[in-house]
């Protein structure tokens, strides 16, 4: 059973930077197996969206709207990803959850409704 634990978020001012992980247990993400793991947010009252997936053959894939300003990492040792974020605006305040899908097949990067996996989620605020 895949398990996904979130950790970090809070609050910080604009401007500020942030670093969320997510540590997953059960997701097989060795060297030539087939997965996506990423990092979803939602605001109040918006629909949860995609911040960005990272699958298998070491892609990532990021929304524009944090592009150049946040950055996903995984340390495979510890099958861990990571979401820094840099140069936070208000905007960027939300729920932020880890979510995973193995044996994901298409080419398209995975909208949420794909994801299998999710953790509970951790709050970041961005105060102005």
């Known amino acids: 059973q895949v398990q996904l634990a979130e950790s970090g978020g809070g609050s910080v001012q604009a401007g500020g930077s942030l670093s969320l992980s997510c540590a997953a247990s059960?997701?097989?993400?060795?060297?030539?197996?087939?997965?996506?793991m990423g990092w979803f947010r939602q605001a109040p009252g918006k629909k949860r969206e995609r911040v960005g997936i990272?699958?298998?053959?070491?892609?990532?894939a990021y929304a524009d709207s944090v592009k150049g300003r946040f950055t996903i990492s995984k340390d495979n040792a510890k099958n861990t990803l990571y979401l820094q974020m840099y140069s936070l605006e208000p905007e960027d305040t939300a729920m932020y959850y880890c979510?995973?899908?193995?044996?994901?097949?298409?080419?398209?990067?995975?909208?949420?409704?794909?994801?299998?996996?999710w953790g509970e989620g951790t709050l970041v605020t961005i105060s102005s």
């Open positions: 979510a995973a899908v193995q044996n994901y097949y298409s080419d398209y990067v995975p909208s949420a409704y794909a994801m299998d996996y």
């Open positions: 059960g997701l097989i993400t060795a060297p030539g197996y087939n997965y996506c």
């Open positions: 990272a699958n298998g053959n070491g892609n990532i």
